[in-house]
């Protein structure tokens, strides 16, 4: 799925397109609807840079075996495309 951010949007919020990737993500992440490898993959980062990045906003990781095997599948998934 891609999600079209218009020009007029970025140029207000004076954002990125990596920036934006990085809100949804740490906004998912926060609601619990994404894992921590989801929302790092969505934000284009590593799971310790979208750590890092979690700790610079003060939103505590929450990763339980739930979570450890929804990373498994993913990346089972990824090393398959």
């Known amino acids: 799925m891609t999600i079209t951010v218009p020009d007029d949007?970025?140029?207000?919020?004076?954002?990125?397109?990596?920036?934006?990737?990085?809100?949804?993500?740490?906004?998912l992440f926060a609601r619990d609807k994404l894992t921590l490898g989801q929302a790092s993959h969505l934000a284009g980062l590593s799971q310790r840079e979208f750590r890092h990045l979690l700790a610079a906003r003060e939103i505590?990781?929450?990763?339980?075996?739930?979570d450890?095997?929804?990373?498994?599948l993913t990346l089972?998934?990824?090393e398959q495309e």
């Not at 949007?9 to 906004?27: F, G, H, K, S, Y």
């Not at 450890?68 to 498994?72: F, G, Y």
Request: overall charge negative; aromatic content about 2%; glycine content about 0%.
């Open 9 to 27: 949007v970025l140029r207000a919020t004076q954002m990125t397109e990596n920036d934006i990737r990085q809100e949804l993500a740490i906004a």
């Open 60 to 66: 505590t990781v929450h990763y339980d075996v739930e």
């Open 68 to 72: 450890l095997e929804e990373d498994i």
């Open 76 to 78: 089972k998934k990824r």
